[in-house]
């Protein structure tokens, strides 16, 4: 089944406790990237990958980090997480570019 | 199940009636357009797409409209059920260079049996 699996779905942390948040996907899309979901401000773009080894900014950059060393997988860092990052995180991805995306489930991040 | 939305503007109807769902846009040199639904706890999942040459499409009891003189966009939803009770998103790809989707705010969709 094709799928785009983030882990974990919840997580309670304090501030300044480094955290990742995976997402895998099993379609060999070339085109990764991370929402995140607030109150009033919809879905805003992170970081997105057009393909390995290749990331850029979205419009919400300050705070995280990401990699993609593999096709497949493209991680989300908290080095320092702020309560100001609580919240719904998406990982969405395409066969290439920003067109049809599919999403993951959601990791529902509560900083402290 | 998760919270998108606390404000959301919410369109409520019955069963079987046809739903529309409103968008405005912003960016007058977007070239793509893509509506979601997100039901409750879930990730957002595509309907329909339809490129900036178009003015209608259609697909299963949906239908998008695309009138880029007012820069607005709808949704159609014919005869709804209530699975399709949601929340809705429209998307645009500015076609600026960047690789992003740039999303709405959504509307909540309310079906009573």
């Known amino acids: 089944e094709a799928q785009v699996t983030q882990n974990p779905r919840y997580l309670i942390t304090v501030t300044g406790k480094k955290l990742t948040v995976t997402c895998s996907q099993n379609?060999?899309?070339?085109?990764m990237s991370w929402y995140r979901q607030d109150p009033g401000l919809g879905l805003r773009q992170i970081y997105y990958?057009?393909?390995?080894?290749?990331?850029d900014k979205g419009d919400v950059p300050e705070g995280y980090k990401v990699s993609r060393k593999e096709k497949r997988n493209f991680p989300l860092i908290l080095e320092s997480p702020s309560p100001n990052q609580t919240s719904l995180y998406f990982c969405?991805?395409?066969?290439?570019?920003?067109?049809?995306?599919?999403f993951g489930a959601g990791s529902r991040l509560t900083v402290l | 199940g998760e919270s998108v939305g606390l404000h959301l503007p919410t369109l409520s109807v019955q069963e079987g009636d046809n739903s529309i769902i409103n968008c405005a846009y912003s960016?007058?040199?977007?070239?793509?357009f893509i509506w979601y639904k997100q039901e409750s706890g879930k990730g957002p999942q595509f309907i329909i797409d339809?490129?900036?040459?178009?003015d209608k499409r259609q697909g299963q009891r949906v239908t998008v409209l695309l009138n880029k003189t007012v820069k607005h966009l709808s949704l159609q939803i014919a005869a709804t059920q209530p699975g399709d009770s949601a929340v809705y998103f429209c998307?645009?790809?500015?076609?600026?260079?960047?690789?992003?989707?740039?999303f709405g705010t959504g509307t909540r969709l309310l079906v009573s049996p």
């Open positions: 969405a991805t395409s066969i290439s570019g920003a067109n049809v995306l599919t």
């Open positions: 379609m060999n899309h070339e085109y």
């Open positions: 990958s057009m393909n390995v080894e290749v990331t």
């Open positions: 960016n007058s040199a977007s070239d793509y």
């Open positions: 339809i490129r900036s040459n178009m």
């Open positions: 998307a645009e790809n500015e076609n600026t260079g960047f690789q992003k989707l740039v």
